[in-house]
């Protein structure tokens, strides 16, 4: 499991516009990584239109938000255009990068265990390293979250 202070995992995803981003493109900035279970869900809605109404806020603090899911980038384009957000979102669709983070792991829903996305957090700093991260964190908190981990 990750600490704070930790190195954060190097990545390169799909975004959701075909591109490749990398957490190395993100240098000499603070970032708020947020991993979710699925696109257009309902929890997953909350959580990214949560994050997209105080966006600006964290732009104004010098920070970049992304968010990373299982789903393919098509899923995500339609879900960044239908909710209009600002902000970055990645198919991680063999959860390799969710479970370096710590984010992928057995879940329970209706009485049945399953393997999935663990909703997370992540601020890492101008240098890479883990400044907090908060796991199994609520949808509806997400905005509050992402706004505390900048101010690290």
């Not at 708020?32 to 809605?45: D, E, H, K, Q, W």
């Not at 105080?54 to 339609?78: C, F, H, M, R, T």
Request: a negative charge; charged letters at 30%; proline letters at 5%.
């Amino acid at each position: 499991m990750l600490q704070t202070g930790d190195k954060a995992p190097e990545f390169t995803l799909k975004a959701d516009d075909g591109s490749e981003v990398s957490l190395a493109d993100f240098r000499g900035q603070r970032l708020v990584v947020y991993f979710y279970p699925r696109a257009n869900t309902s929890g997953c809605t909350k959580q990214a239109c949560a994050v997209r109404d105080v966006y600006g806020q964290i732009e104004a603090e010098n920070a970049a938000v992304i968010g990373i899911s299982p789903d393919a980038p098509e899923a995500l384009v339609k879900f960044r255009e239908k909710y209009e957000l600002p902000f970055i979102l990645l198919s991680d669709p063999d959860h390799a990068v969710a479970e370096a983070y710590g984010a992928w792991g057995e879940k329970k829903s209706f009485g049945k265990t399953y393997d999935g996305v663990i909703r997370s957090h992540f601020a890492i700093d101008e240098e890479g390293r883990i400044g907090d991260f908060k796991v199994k964190v609520k949808p509806e908190k997400t905005a509050d979250l992402a706004l505390q981990l900048i101010q690290l």
